[in-house]
Structure formats: structure tokens, C-alpha cells
């Protein structure tokens, strides 16, 4: 197995949300690590086909006419599976983005089995207790410099870099730590709602006069089922027709 300290690729995504069963990637980034080095990076908006909340874009600054004209996931993932080869991921709290990264690869019909390294766990182990660990707080403790918090390819170079800062200071200490973990995460491929979920969906928005800000066609079955049961349970079903 490579060595993580020589090569690794360094991800990250910005979401609608937390929730990868719900939510979706409106921007990913991915930088390739060579002997410590970054020698290569991938960066893409991709749009969620909904609208973004207020809190995601005053986070992340991406606002909804930036992501009307980028490709969706399933157009890109591919290029992101690709890109990382056979090497581990290295994020701050990298099973976050690796769930999202899965579930589109999976989507895609693309095999996503991937070891991985959390810098966030490094920094519970290492840090503190006191001193706050997430990556902007980290990488100032560290002295790392960053890039746009928030935006992917920004908190992927500031992952790397808090990376090698704590291998620097604390990898011939204890090795173990740094090496990375394979990471569980089962998910099944997500099918398109059918058309009758669709009609139901579309006719109960109609009736209740609600609207939603998802494009209703790229729903998967789940989705669209368990949106119409929040409508169902809140305003009830049609009795009209």
C-alpha cells in the first residue's frame, strides 16, 4: 500500500445539507498529493436542481444563479472517481463528504470502496481539549494558511495542509494514527420517482397550493415519497377532484 504521507487525494464537497439521503453536492473539489506535495486539482459547482437555503449560501457564498448553468452530478462524478485512483481520501471529518461522494458514485453504477484519513479525528487526538477543531480553528492553531472557507477546493487544500502539519509535529511519534482506515458506508442506487409518484406529488402541490423548490423530475422514489407524506401528514390528503 502507498504510504499515506507520500500520496493521498485531499476532497471535499459543499452540500445543501447534512443529510445524504436528502440533501445534494453543490460543489467538489479534489487535490492530488504526491510525496506531500499537491500536484494536481479538480474543482466543480454542480447543480443541486433546487434552491439553496439562505444559511448555505451566506456559508458558502454560492448562490443559486452561479449553480443554474453547471453540470449535475452524474455528469461529473465519474471524472472525481477517476481522479482518485486507487488512493486513500483525506478530509476533515472525511466521512461526511465521502457519503456524498458514494452515494453519487453509486448512482452513477460506479464501484466508490475507499480507505480514508480524518484529519478531524488527528486533531481530537492531538489538539487540546480546550481549543476548538474545526478545520478554519485547526489550521489557525497549526498555523496552516488557507484558502475560501466554505468553498471546496479551499477547505481540500486546508485539509492537506493541516495533514502535514500534524504528520510533521506528531507522525514519528505515533504512526498508527496517520494511516488511513477503510470506510464503511453501504448505500443501494437511488431510482427515478415513477411517473404516478410524480402526477400524486404534482397534484397535491397543486391542491394545497405549495410549492417546493426541487425539480421534481430528478427525484429519486424515496425522495418523492417522503416529501408527499410531509405534505399528506401536514395539510392533508386531496378530497377533491
Known amino acids: 500500500m502507498t504510504n499515506p504521507q507520500d500520496a493521498y487525494v485531499a476532497v471535499d464537497v459543499e452540500t445543501t445539507g447534512l443529510d445524504p439521503k436528502v440533501d445534494k453536492i453543490i460543489e467538489i473539489a479534489a487535490v492530488l498529493v504526491q510525496n506531500g506535495k499537491a500536484v494536481a486539482e479538480k474543482a466543480s459547482l454542480v447543480n443541486p436542481r433546487q434552491q439553496l437555503s439562505e444559511y448555505v449560501g451566506q456559508l458558502t457564498g454560492i448562490r443559486d444563479d452561479m449553480l443554474k448553468e453547471a453540470p449535475g452530478i452524474e455528469d461529473v462524478i465519474e471524472e472525481y472517481v477517476e481522479f482518485c485512483q486507487g488512493l486513500p481520501l483525506l478530509g476533515h471529518n472525511i466521512m461526511f463528504d465521502y457519503r456524498f461522494l458514494k452515494r453519487a458514485a ?19 487526538r492531538f489538539m487540546p481539549p480546550e481549543q476548538k477543531k474545526n478545520l478554519g480553528s485547526a489550521c489557525e492553531y497549526f498555523h496552516v494558511e488557507t484558502k475560501t ?11 492537506h495542509g493541516l495533514y502535514q ?3 510533521e509535529r506528531y507522525g514519528d511519534r505515533e504512526a498508527q494514527p496517520f494511516s488511513p482506515k477503510p470506510m464503511i458506508y453501504k448505500v443501494k442506487k437511488e431510482q427515478l420517482a415513477t411517473k404516478r409518484q410524480k402526477e400524486l406529488l404534482h397534484e397535491l402541490l397543486k391542491y394545497h397550493k ?9 427525484l429519486s422514489r424515496n425522495q418523492v415519497s417522503r416529501i408527499t407524506d410531509k405534505i399528506i401528514s401536514q395539510y392533508g390528503r386531496i378530497t377533491t377532484r
Open 106 to 124: 453509486v448512482n452513477k453504477g460506479l464501484a466508490f470502496d475507499k480507505e480514508g484519513i480524518d484529519t478531524l479525528y488527528l486533531c481530537r
Open 210 to 218: 405549495i410549492e417546493i423548490t426541487a425539480q421534481i423530475d430528478y
Open 149 to 159: 472557507a466554505h468553498r471546496a477546493l479551499g477547505d481540500a487544500y486546508g485539509a
Open 165 to 167: 502539519a500534524l504528520l
